[in-house]
């Protein structure tokens, strides 16, 4: 069993910041992707980023430019800078494991494991 716990959600304007970060414990293995999606109200979960091991890294149009994906393997921790907010960012976040080592997987069944969601609003 893996655990994924987020944290950093919360209200901003838009034009704000938000650092949102994922922690992983349980068993967890070297060379795992974890992936950040988000699932806005009404709407399905689409993929945002995702960043394999060793550091290539995979962003959805709407974010590129202003949403970066970094990760500590030694903390077993994925990060998601989020700059330049906008209130179509509006959305439940969520990060995702994938423990296989084939690759950037852009689909949500690649994921095996995911956390419990946090609220980013950005505000008009």
């Known amino acids: 069993q893996v655990q994924l716990v987020e944290s950093g959600g919360g209200l901003v304007q838009a034009g704000d910041s938000l650092r949102l970060s994922c922690a992983a414990s349980?068993?967890?293995?070297?060379?795992?992707?974890m992936g950040w999606f988000r699932q806005a109200p009404g709407k399905e979960r689409v993929i945002v980023a995702a960043?394999?091991?060793?550091?290539?890294?995979y962003y959805a149009d709407s974010v590129k430019g202003r949403f970066t994906i970094s990760r500590d393997n030694a903390k077993n921790t994925v990060y998601l800078q989020m700059n330049s907010l906008k209130p179509e960012d509006t959305a439940v976040y969520y990060c995702?494991?994938?423990?296989?080592?084939?690759?950037?997987?852009?689909?949500?069944?690649?994921?095996?494991?995911w956390g419990q969601g946090t609220q980013v609003t950005v505000s008009s």
């Open positions: 349980g068993r967890t293995r070297s060379g795992y992707v």
């Open positions: 995702a494991i994938d423990l296989g080592t084939s690759g950037i997987a852009t689909t949500q069944s690649r994921y095996e494991y």
């Open positions: 960043i394999t091991w060793s550091g290539s890294t």
